[in-house]
């Protein structure tokens, strides 16, 4: 099992910035891959980012490259999502995700609220 933790959700003006973090616990040697997904009110859940645990590589959702930048820190088995310059269309609810590849396991969290607005 793991256990998985978001925070830093927020109110931000359009242009502004916020920090996802994401800390996982338990059975953290099973993750391969670790992303940040969002669902807007009556849209569904889409993938923004995802960075493997291993060599760290990256994937963006084409409506987030150049704004938001995904990272991870194993040591302190944190995934984090910078967020820059947003926009109101980046308001949802943000989920972190960790998915076992090998065992088809994937575990969510909770999520946090993003709401970008004047």
């Known amino acids: 099992q793991v256990q998985v933790v978001e925070s830093g959700g927020g109110l931000v003006q359009p242009g502004g910035s916020l920090r996802l973090s994401c800390v996982l616990s338990g059975s953290i040697w099973s993750i391969h891959v670790m992303g940040w997904f969002r669902q807007a009110p009556g849209k569904e859940r889409e993938l923004v980012a995802s960075i493997t645990r291993g060599d760290g590589s990256t994937n963006y959702a084409d409506s987030v490259k150049g704004r938001f930048t995904i990272s991870r820190d194993n040591a302190k088995n944190t995934v984090s999502l910078q967020m820059n310059n947003l926009k109101a269309e980046d308001t949802a609810v943000y989920y972190c995700?960790?998915?076992?590849?090998?065992?088809?396991?994937?575990?969510w969290g909770k999520g946090t609220l993003v709401t970008v607005s004047s």
């Open positions: 995700n960790a998915h076992a590849s090998s065992y088809g396991l994937t575990y």
